[in-house]
């Protein structure tokens, strides 16, 4: 089984900093790529921002400039810094693995997408 497990988020004012970490653990061997993704009230579940393994990143359009990706491979986590905060960012962020592979039972398993619980962010004006 792989899990995510996110930590960081809270109650900030705007313009402030938060740091987002996500843990994926289990029998991993690689994971693909790694991202957050965030859904606020009434929205859809957008992408914020992705890292692959081998370092390259994507960024949302509305947090370009503000928020920066990182990920430690050895020890499958992925980092989001989160700058300059708006009220607009506050939602739930979520972690995403893509393309997982780990090992069940003896077996190598490649697991599509595994997402973590969820940590809230709320920026206040």
């Known amino acids: 089984q792989v899990q995510l497990v996110e930590s960081g988020g809270g109650l900030v004012q705007a313009g402030g900093s938060l740091r987002l970490s996500c843990v994926a653990s289990?029998?991993?061997?690689?994971?693909?790529?790694m991202g957050w993704y965030r859904q606020a009230p009434g929205k859809q579940r957008e992408l914020v921002a992705s890292i692959t393994s081998g370092g390259s990143t994507n960024y949302g359009d509305s947090v370009k400039g503000r928020f920066t990706i990182s990920r430690d491979n050895a020890k499958n986590t992925v980092y989001l810094q989160m700058n300059s905060l708006k009220p607009e960012d506050t939602a739930v962020y979520y972690c995403n693995a893509d393309r997982v592979q780990y090992r069940s039972g003896g077996y190598t398993v490649t697991k599509a997408s595994a997402w973590g619980q969820g940590t809230q962010v709320t920026v206040s004006s």
């Open positions: 289990g029998s991993i061997f690689s994971i693909n790529a």
